[in-house]
């Protein structure tokens, strides 16, 4: 449950940065707190949602992907409209919004993943090396 609220937290965070930098690009001075809440609700539901289809699993990796990708993007479309971001954000940013964010993520959980082995290899080194004394 912790690894999936600082999921949400860091999605929400990395999700407000992008925002910040598209909305500049776009002439934007500010962000309305709002639009926080709103990051943070979608990150939630995609964060619940793949937590719960992940558990589906694939023989091919492309396909858990597909599936993610198609999950996220299917929410920040549902909630572009529920929220009314097109009347200030194309469709298309939203949707490369969503999809710079979930690349940056799954790289973040990849070296996340590669500590986590390097530390359980040396935890495993240190008690061979105590077991041989």
């Known amino acids: 449950m912790r690894k999936i609220i600082t999921n949400i937290f860091a999605a929400t965070g990395l999700t407000l940065i992008i925002l910040a930098v598209i909305a500049s690009l776009y002439g934007g001075e500010f962000l309305f ?27 091919y990796f492309i396909i858990e992907v597909f599936r993610d990708v ?9 909630a572009g409209y529920l929220f009314n971001w097109y009347s200030s954000t194309p469709i298309l940013v939203v949707i490369i919004m969503g999809l710079v964010i979930y690349v940056i993520s799954y790289l ?12 359980i290899n040396n ?7 105590i077991k041989k004394d």
């Open 108 to 119: 973040i959980n990849i070296i996340k993943i590669n500590d986590d082995i390097a530390f």
């Open 33 to 59: 707190i709002s639009s926080v809440y709103q990051a943070l609700a979608v990150n939630l539901i995609i964060a619940l949602g793949l937590n719960i289809i992940q558990n589906i699993e694939s023989k």
């Open 70 to 78: 198609t999950f996220t993007l299917c929410i920040l479309i549902f």
């Open 123 to 129: 935890r495993l080194k240190v008690n061979r090396d």
